[in-house]
Nanobody
């Protein structure tokens, strides 16, 4: 199993920056991809960015150019650097890890989620 803990959220003014961290524990060697999602009040959870175990990154929509995802494999940590923050970036940010485990004798793709960290951007 994989356990994720996010940190780094807080209150920031529009135009500011924040760095979120997602620390993984447990079967970290089985992690394939790690993604950041966010959920704003009253809205559905949406994908923000992802990074593969090999370091390939992917960004979604308006986050391109403002957000950067990276990883430190030695520390089992994935980061989300957010800059030029806007009030509409206000949300709870979640980390998700896709990993491979053996369930009932079969290789099975599973996912783990962190508890989320709140980012509030004031205008």
């Amino acid at each position: 199993q994989v356990h994720l803990v996010e940190s780094g959220g807080g209150l920031v003014q529009a135009g500011g920056s924040l760095r979120l961290s997602c620390v993984a524990s447990g079967s970290t060697n089985s992690i394939l991809d790690t993604s950041w999602y966010r959920q704003a009040p009253g809205k559905q959870r949406e994908l923000v960015a992802s990074i593969t175990s090999g370091g390939k990154t992917n960004y979604v929509g308006s986050m391109k150019g403002r957000f950067a995802v990276s990883r430190d494999n030695a520390k089992n940590t994935v980061f989300l650097e957010m800059s030029i923050l806007k009030p509409e970036d206000t949300a709870v940010y979640y980390c998700r890890a896709d990993f491979l485990d053996v369930v009932d004798g079969r290789d099975t793709y599973l996912e783990a989620w962190g508890q989320g960290t709140l980012v509030t951007v004031s205008s």
